[in-house]
């Protein structure tokens, strides 16, 4: 549930909101190919798919960056009490404040909430439920924001076409009470996250590299989805609103991570969430941290 790892000097901790075998392979990724599947199946660790129901394994998780005084949190799931189409995510009551506050998280602590991209489960946590309104869960921080897919998805619902109402219960509401700064322009966030553009999954889909006494890690977001994808990086999820330019932006990203040996990451990784992405051969494989 809770996990941290150092980053040099820096420590990250993995906070879990909920993970369990929910997602079709054959209809997470376009171009699945199930002989391909089944041989790479093998490769992954037990936990990371459960054969009986064919389904993979995924999980929520909020990372949280300390480093100093500086606590920054990457993406922030679901959220409680939020109306969604999907099952899995809708109206969620978990205890995920006293999981934070275990990690030694305090809210009013939190110096930046940082957002790869805002899809409705990396916005969640932005806002609670107080007295029938959505509040800015975080009074002390600056929201960082990708500018493009702010725009994008704003326009997605001023047109009427949101497919939910993420956006008006996660995101506006931090607007409204002036926490909400763009990420498309500075190099870093606090000195602590190199900012780099990865559009593809989102227009604006952004990651964030730390470097710390020689040793790194990368915030991926949802570049992949599942360690399946190291071993298939041609297979885009069917939520990447670019398949090309993801395509592209998931290959750059393994062969930098093998060429560093960055601690990779990504949102929704089984446990335990996070590894390395070692060559093999012409491809990848995927090391889970230890
Ligand atoms: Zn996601």
Not at 80 to 96: E, G
Not at 181 to 207: C, K, M, N, S
């Amino acid at each position: 549930m809770i996990r941290s790892w150092s980053i040099g000097d820096i420590r990250v901790t993995r906070l879990v909101e909920y993970y369990g075998p929910t997602h079709d392979p054959a209809t997470t990724f376009p171009a699945f190919d199930r002989a391909r599947f089944d041989r790479q199946v093998a490769s992954l660790a037990p936990g990371d798919y459960v054969p009986g129901i064919d389904r993979l394994v995924i999980a929520v998780q909020i990372w949280i960056v300390f480093a100093g005084s500086t606590v920054i949190l990457v993406d922030t799931g679901v959220g409680n009490h939020k109306p969604r189409p999907a099952a899995r995510m809708n109206r969620l009551n978990t205890l995920a404040p006293l999981w934070l506050a275990a990690a030694g998280v305090a809210p009013e602590a939190v110096t930046h909430v940082v957002m790869t991209h805002l899809h409705n489960d990396h916005m969640g946590w932005n806002t609670v439920l107080e007295d029938g309104a959505f509040v800015p869960a975080f009074p002390n921080a600056q929201y960082l924001v990708p500018k493009e897919d702010f725009v994008y998805f704003k326009d997605l619902l001023d047109s009427g076409m949101a497919p939910d109402p993420s956006l008006e219960d996660s995101l506006l509401p931090v607007f409204e009470s002036g926490l909400v700064r763009f990420v498309d322009r500075q190099p870093t966030i606090a000195g602590v996250l190199r900012v780099e553009r990865a559009a593809g999954h989102t227009p604006g889909h952004t990651t964030y590299w730390i470097e710390s006494n020689g040793m790194r890690g990368v915030f991926s977001g949802d570049v992949f989805h599942h360690p399946i994808q190291i071993y298939e990086p041609d297979w885009n999820t069917s939520f990447c609103i670019a398949p090309r330019a993801a395509r592209q932006v998931g290959h750059a990203l393994l062969a930098r991570a093998a060429e560093t040996g960055a601690l990779v990451m990504p949102c929704h990784f089984p446990p335990p969430g996070a590894g390395y992405v070692r060559r093999d051969g012409d491809g990848y494989r995927f090391e889970p941290a230890a």
